[in-house]
């Protein structure tokens, strides 16, 4: 399938520099819709090959941001019939927001860029090192929210029998949509809600389908109430509060059993988040 470009990410990317930085209030789910970088686009001069190549990234980079757990994905053609339905001039007019929250209630536009580095060896062989990297654009301020990566450290795959000491590097978009999903991973944690409590016990609907171990801390958190700037009106960040953890003992699947390690009442249908760096510097005393 042919893939369409408009002159929409480069103005977004623009508009990104032009406006203050505003983020957006965190919420549990965000509708997020892909689309490639055109700024190194070259798509009247690539080979077939180099085009399979550009979706494989689009396709590596799409199942990374479902496997987080976070976001709600827009079909590509869906984004296709927006943005030829405008010209430049009324983007620049700043219609293009209305048409993406009104239309597809999107939240944030993620612009896909990629790298190929490709060097030698000691011994003279050639090594492949593939790099994806998405702009995470808030609709509303046309701000950047978050920049996630697939350049991170490299990690042993746990699904291959390889010597835990020797490091992946990914070269192809399957492999680094996989490091692309640790940064996901990151930014934005695995949200999940308590689905039973007995005792000192309790039951999440997170499993290792979403990430989770054996000794994970799972954080339960309330949605933090969006502030409103007296000044500009534009809403500012409004992290989520944590108001006690969770240790998992036992990780199935879809679910998880946890130790409530809380002072406080836990109940059913409370949310939880898995505890990361971004959420450590939100910890509250427990």
Do not use: W
Not at 62 to 77: G, I, L, S
Not at 126 to 144: F, M, Y
Not at 227 to 253: D, F, N, Q, Y
């Amino acid at each position: 399938m042919f893939l369409k470009f408009s002159p929409l990410p480069v103005l977004l990317l623009c508009l990104a520099v032009a406006l203050p930085a505003s983020a957006q209030v965190e919420k549990s789910q965000y509708k997020l819709g892909l689309i490639p970088d055109i700024a190194k686009e070259k798509h009247h001069y690539e080979s077939e090959k180099e085009r399979r190549f550009r979706e494989d990234v689009l396709n590596a980079a799409t199942d990374a941001f479902v496997a987080a757990r976070r976001f709600k994905m827009v079909e590509r053609n869906q984004l296709d019939a927006i943005f030829t339905e405008k010209n430049l001039q009324e983007f620049i007019g700043g219609q293009t927001n209305n048409k993406l929250t009104d239309v597809l209630g999107l939240d944030l536009v993620g612009v896909v860029g990629y790298t190929v580095d490709v060097s030698k060896s000691p011994k003279g062989e050639l090594k492949t090192k593939c790099i994806i990297d998405v702009r995470l654009i808030d609709v509303k301020t046309a701000s950047i929210l978050a920049t996630v990566t697939s350049d991170h450290p490299p990690i042993v795959n746990p699904n291959l029998n390889l010597n835990p000491n020797l490091l992946l590097t990914p070269s192809t978009p399957r492999e680094a949509g996989e490091y692309l999903q640790q940064s996901i991973r990151e930014a934005f944690p695995p949200l999940g809600y308590v689905v039973s409590v007995n005792g000192k016990e309790a039951v999440v609907d997170l499993g290792s389908e979403a990430g989770l171990q054996n000794g994970d801390t799972l954080e339960i958190v309330a949605e933090g109430e969006q502030i409103i700037h007296p000044v500009t009106g534009k809403p500012l960040s409004a992290p989520m509060k944590v108001i006690g953890e969770l240790k998992v003992v036992t990780a199935s699947p879809q679910i998880s059993t946890c130790k409530i390690k809380s002072r406080g009442e836990v109940r059913i249908a409370s949310l939880v988040r898995l505890k990361g760096s971004r959420s450590e510097e939100h910890t509250s005393e427990l």
